[in-house]
């Protein structure tokens, strides 16, 4: 595993890099408001790299490189690519219609993805490669929308998951042998939500 730089450390439970970015909106539907983690271009190269699409040598070079300007305007794009992709699995695990300003939004961005990339020859194949990107503010928003874009056309959107939790509802893909996962993180949302049927129990004996 590649060294991590400096910076904020995000809890990256939902074995997917789009749905890890989805969960960058903290209590999103708490009814006190939401807690924003992508505070700064910082924090999105941080959460990049350490989803491990960004070496720690990329993103020190993005971080002392990239003016604040450019930054921002990158930073509010990753937002609107996770709210879109929010929008659209949200919508799908509650049965609802998929808003079409969050499609066009996402084919935006992974189109704008696809075309930082070249067809190169690798001995009989060809694969597809980045093309002098790394030095670019919006590497790591392209490099989130690619790995979105992999996701959202894969039938591992059919294991998409929300935490049981209804304080968190964060994402992830359930990867376990019967599909029964129900919690984001079984230490955190899992343990609450067992004390808190316990509490309910021990006040309904009362």
Known sequence: MQAVSQGRVFQLVGEHPALDLVNTLDWRFRDSGAEEL??????????????????????????????????HRVLLLARGLREALADLLYSGLNRLDVPDASLKTLEKHFQAARAQTRLVRDGAQLRWEWADTETKAEY????????????????DVQKVRECGNPDCRWLFLDTSKNHTRRWC???????RMKARRFKAQRKAEV
């Not at 993180?185 to 343990?191: A, L």
């Open 185 to 191: 993180d079984m230490k955190v949302c899992g343990n």
């Open 140 to 155: 790591p928003l392209w490099l989130l929308a690619r790995a979105a874009s992999r996701l959202m056309v894969s039938e």
């Open 38 to 71: 992508l505070g700064s271009y910082d924090d999105l190269v941080d959460l990049t790299e350490q989803m491990q699409l960004l070496t720690a040598k990329q993103a020190r070079q993005l971080k002392r490189s990239i003016h604040a300007h450019a930054g």
